[in-house]
């Protein structure tokens, strides 16, 4: 049975705020709960004038407090932005305000351009390769088996699930390797998705923490009453997109009819191939789609997302999405 969950990315929306974008997030996150959605992640991403998610651990605790049995993690972390054990005792303190429903995913991306990586880390000589042993380092200070010498605190003893996130097989590699559950950002880097599952099915290795493989598939939805209207709503994200993958990140537009119509071949390129794991329509096309997506992939569950400028509609896209992933639970 494939269960679901959300990833939100904060958007500020333009001519918004960070503030406003931090009270849709709680606002989403309640409404993410009453449809039971399994987890709400939020992503670290620095430098990015739409997204406002940057400081991940403080966007996670608002969203904790906000709810009262959702999961809330980080989809992800960026590992190689951080000490270890900074990230042990913050995703400590966060597990021990709100026992067991804190989760942490990893990647090793940086999640900003090199100018901003140099800000962040203050040199670069932090080295993305390393990303394995670093893992290693963070679940040493969970498991306080005194392996570095140190001690976190908090952090030390927190039941803190670890997820490996990735876009290449790199990361499917160590999830199986760890025995860790496995999140894949299909949702904006499809390309190598089919042999990522490949591999991390067949190299998983039971741990303390899994005894199975569970994969987790990004999936943009874009949903509406209408094939129409959803394709209206989507146009915000379409421009986003197009703007990231040509150097100009922007706010989160307003939709615009017909968008991709006037285009041009490079833009409907990019999201040809952003777009490939997505569903935009009316409840009966969305339903369709993410059926025959999970029917290709066997995805053992799926990471919704979907940018709407309009606070309101991306509720009741998620809750058509909701309703389609419940109706394909019962007919599994």
Not at 212 to 236: I, K, T, W
Request: aromatic share 8%.
């Amino acid at each position: 049975m494939t269960g679901y969950s959300l990833l939100d990315l904060v958007p500020i929306v333009q001519d918004g705020t960070a503030a406003s974008a931090l009270a849709n997030a709680a606002d989403l996150a309640r409404h993410a709960e009453g449809l039971g959605f399994n987890r709400y992640w939020v992503a670290e991403h620095h430098g990015m004038p739409g997204i406002a998610s940057a400081a991940t651990a403080v966007v996670i605790g608002h969203l904790a407090a906000a709810t009262s049995t959702i999961k809330v993690g980080a989809g992800g972390i960026m590992l190689p932005n951080h000490a270890p054990l900074v990230i042990a005792e913050q995703f400590g303190t966060l597990d021990a305000l709100f026992p067991g429903r804190i989760e942490l995913g990893l990647g090793r991306a940086p999640g900003s351009d090199h100018k901003v990586a140099r800000a962040l880390r203050r040199t670069l000589e932090s080295d993305p390769n390393a990303f394995p042993q670093d893992v290693l380092e963070l679940q040493s200070y969970f498991a306080d088996d005194g392996q570095t010498g140190i001690r976190a605190v908090p952090g030390a003893g927190a039941k803190v699930p670890l997820w490996i996130l990735g876009s290449s097989t790199f990361g499917a590699q160590l999830a199986a390797a760890l025995g860790l559950p496995y999140a894949f950002a299909s949702h904006f880097a499809p390309a190598a998705m089919m042999d990522a599952i490949a591999i991390y099915r067949a190299g998983f290795r039971p741990s303390a923490q899994l005894d199975r493989p569970h994969v987790m598939l990004g999936f943009n939805v874009f949903a509406a009453d209408s094939d129409n209207e959803a394709q209206y709503l989507a146009s915000s994200a379409h421009q986003a997109f197009v703007a990231i993958r040509t150097g100009q990140a922007i706010q989160l537009p307003p939709p615009v009819r017909d968008f991709r119509a006037g285009l041009g071949a490079q833009g409907n390129a990019i999201l040809n191939q952003v777009l490939e794991c997505s569903a935009t329509g009316s409840p009966a096309t969305v339903a369709h789609q993410i059926a025959a997506f999970v029917e290709r992939t066997g995805a053992d569950e799926l990471m919704l997302t979907g940018m709407i400028y309009d606070p309101e509609a991306r509720k009741k896209s998620f809750g058509i999405a909701a309703q389609a992933m419940r109706e394909l639970q019962l007919a599994a």
